[in-house]
């Protein structure tokens, strides 16, 4: 089994920063995908942000600019530095990882969700 534990949300005023973190652990061979999705009312969570193994970097247009993810990839942990935040980026954040476990079987996994609350 693998785990993703996130940390790192919080109140911050509009224009603050905040830094998010997710840590990978367990069965895990290699990972692919890691990145942070958000939670849509009534739809499929969104991309933010997503990094691969291989370094290609992509975001969502909404978040360019202002937005940063990097990767540990020997510690399997990602990160998502968010400046010039906006009342509109709050939402419940959701780290993701596309990993192959030992077993060289493919799973995509999701954390617990960590909130982001952007509010004077």
């Known amino acids: 089994q693998v785990q993703l534990v996130e940390s790192g949300g919080g109140l911050v005023q509009p224009g603050g920063s905040l830094t998010l973190s997710c840590a990978a652990s367990g069965n895990i061979f290699s990972i692919n995908d890691m990145g942070w999705y958000r939670h849509v009312p009534g739809k499929q969570r969104e991309l933010v942000a997503v990094r691969t193994s291989g370094g290609t970097i992509n975001y969502a247009d909404s978040v360019k600019g202002r937005f940063t993810i990097s990767r540990l990839n020997p510690d399997n942990t990602v990160y998502l530095q968010m400046n010039s935040l906006k009342p509109e980026d709050t939402d419940v954040y959701f780290c993701?990882?596309?990993?192959?476990?030992?077993?060289?079987?493919?799973?995509?996994?999701w954390g617990q969700g960590t909130q982001v609350t952007v509010s004077s």
């Open positions: 993701n990882a596309h990993v192959i476990d030992r077993d060289y079987v493919v799973g995509d996994y």
